[in-house]
């Protein structure tokens, strides 16, 4: 039975992505392993958001090309479809794949395994060429690809307790400084009915919190016909399916409508967590971002959230050093995070991404300036995490148990709380159990919640 594992980069999309390859690798026949070096295939499922994440996916290549020569790679994900010949260049890599046919790597590693049968030749590429370039790759224009997503190619259980669903792929917006839409394509939704079916598919597996992903989830439905509204998506899957808690990944600012966080606000079963992304508080630089909305939008979103939701939990993207940012609008965007209730941040340096638009403009920032701001960012984003957690203190939170690394604390059990905080409940508990718990202690990053049906340990204090 031939092995494999699977490496994974970048966002939640990409790593239901790769649960889905797993999934699919299972049905063939494969066996998953617990490490790399032991797989007869390693599938590395890659980003490209950033040069740091292409930096990322090269550098472990040739880790493993190291550890072990035997070892196929498979490279696939964003950084394939963005730039396949510079992976299929690298020592150690059997094969390319882009987006465009990564629904097709189960049938190929299934042709190279013993007994398979062959995949068609002229699935490759028709520019590959096998002396320019060791590798084949498997890849095509991603804009051709239409109509809505279908199953299985969307998601799936992977390893984590809280799988994620994927619904959505593709963007149709066109930020300056975005990459995405060429290597995601353009938005499409997967069908509402397949939408309650997988979910109810993982509900009946016993999973009790599923994560809603996609790249541009608010934009879910505009290609159905007729339309649907990610709304009476939500509406629908409280209705007609039996998950316990639905958590949304991430969703453009502008989607988040005063009807969508009633609907949050009237539901136990949804958690209150809103990731919205805001990339910067300057509206010039919104604006050469080619960003739809401006500050003073972004901030009725919180608002509107802290209103009816004070304990949800608020994250945001932020983008720092974007060509032609002053250190005025550098200040513009402190300020604003400073005076709303961000609980965290996610701080990236601005990266240019070949065949954006932003990465033509004039003045590029030089390194050490965005470097400095990204300190600052990341700083200001610890404190407000820190103040959010002390905010936490004597509130009783329900709580998911998740799985307890191997070489943590026997007698601590990780928990994700319904406003996304990591606590540690002081008991050997199992994976995937629901607990009303108490936080009794906050020492830095640590939380520690006791659960209510253990009254005996009722340890206080806050350091």
């Known amino acids: ?7 994974q980069f970048g966002c939640r999309a990409t790593q239901a992505d790769g649960a889905a390859i797993e999934r699919q690798l299972r049905e063939r026949g494969f066996s998953l392993v617990s490490d790399a070096a032991s797989a007869d295939v390693v ?17 472990a290549i040739r880790k493993l090309h190291a550890a072990n020569p035997a070892t196929r790679i498979l490279v696939t994900g964003c950084y394939a479809q963005r730039a396949p010949q510079e992976l299929a260049a690298l020592p150690g890599v059997s094969f390319v794949v882009g987006n465009s046919h990564k629904p097709q790597i189960p049938a190929l590693l299934h042709s190279i395994s013993p007994g398979g049968a062959a995949i068609p030749a002229g699935k490759f590429s028709q520019s590959t060429s096998p002396r320019e370039f060791p590798a084949p790759i498997l890849s095509g ?56 079916s997988e979910i109810q598919r993982l509900a009946d597996s016993g999973f009790r919190e599923i994560v809603l992903s996609g790249i541009n989830l608010g ?36 989607d988040v409508t005063q009807d969508l966080i009633e609907l949050f606000a009237s539901s136990h079963r949804i958690a209150p967590h809103f990731h919205m992304p805001l990339q910067s508080a300057s509206d010039r630089i919104l604006a050469a971002m080619h960003r739809w909305y401006r500050a003073e939008h972004y901030a009725r979103r919180v608002e509107l959230i802290q209103e009816r939701l004070p304990h949800a939990a608020i994250g945001a993207d932020v983008i720092t050093g974007f060509p032609g940012e002053t250190d005025a609008d550098h200040a513009a965007t402190l300020s604003f995070i400073e005076a709303r209730p961000f609980t965290y941040l996610h701080v990236f340096s601005y990266s240019q991404r070949p065949g954006t638009r932003a990465a033509a403009l004039p ?94 340990l009722s340890l206080t204090g806050v350091t």
């Open 1 to 7: 039975m031939p092995t494999f594992f699977i490496e």
């Open 141 to 196: 224009d991603i804009s051709e690809l239409q109509g809505v997503l279908v199953a299985p190619v969307l998601g799936g259980e992977g390893n984590h307790t809280r799988p994620t669903l994927k619904i959505q792929d593709g963007c149709n917006s066109c930020c300056s400084f975005c990459v995405i839409p060429f290597v995601r394509g353009k938005s499409r939704s997967l069908p509402p009915q397949v939408v309650l």
């Open 363 to 456: 003045h590029q920032l030089p390194g050490h300036v965005i470097k400095r701001r990204a300190r600052e960012l990341r700083a200001l984003a610890a404190r407000k995490s820190a103040e959010f957690r002390q905010s936490q203190f004597g509130r009783t939170l329900r709580v998911l148990t998740l799985r307890r690394e191997p070489e943590s604390d026997p007698n601590l059990t990780p928990a994700l709380s319904e406003n996304y905080l990591t606590v540690h409940l002081p008991l050997p508990l199992p994976a995937n159990e629901f607990h009303q718990a108490t936080v009794t202690r906050i020492t830095g990053n640590e939380i520690l919640a006791v659960p209510l049906e253990s009254p005996a």
């Open 219 to 254: 934009t879910y439905g505009r290609d159905i016909s007729p339309r649907v509204e990610f709304l009476d998506l939500l509406r629908r899957i409280l209705d007609e399916t039996l998950v316990e808690r639905l958590r949304i990944s991430s969703i453009e600012p502008l």
């Open 43 to 59: 599938v590395l499922n890659t980003c490209t958001v950033t040069a740091a994440a292409d930096t990322q996916a090269r550098d």
